[in-house]
């Protein structure tokens, strides 16, 4: 990312990773909120905040849905900035 900062590659992948990050980081809390049982979605309980925090990770920019969208303009062979239905921010 220091190296080739803005490099349509260099975008590729860290789209992947906060498209994987997010989605791993929602399953996996789910997954403990799941196994806790419902005592631990109330508020204030640790298990609800990694729950909570994970969930919205996928709405701060840019979105898993933009990610999503611009790795498929990438592999089609589109221009993500110019190509894209989604905003960048």
């Known amino acids: 990312?220091?190296?080739?900062?803005?490099?349509?590659?260099?975008?590729?992948?860290?789209?992947?990773?906060?498209?994987?990050?997010?989605?791993?980081?929602?399953?996996?809390?789910?997954?403990?909120?799941?196994?806790?049982?419902?005592?631990?979605?109330?508020?204030?309980?640790?298990?609800?905040?990694?729950?909570r925090d994970a969930r919205c990770g996928s709405l701060h920019p840019a979105t898993s849905d933009v990610c999503a969208d611009w790795l498929g303009i990438a592999a089609l062979g589109g221009d993500p900035d110019r190509d894209g239905s989604a905003p960048r921010w």
């Open 1 to 51: 990312v220091d190296e080739a900062a803005g490099d349509a590659e260099t975008n590729r992948w860290v789209w992947r990773a906060k498209l994987l990050a997010g989605t791993t980081a929602a399953d996996v809390a789910a997954s403990m909120l799941e196994a806790a049982g419902t005592s631990a979605t109330r508020r204030g309980h640790p298990l609800e905040r990694l729950y």
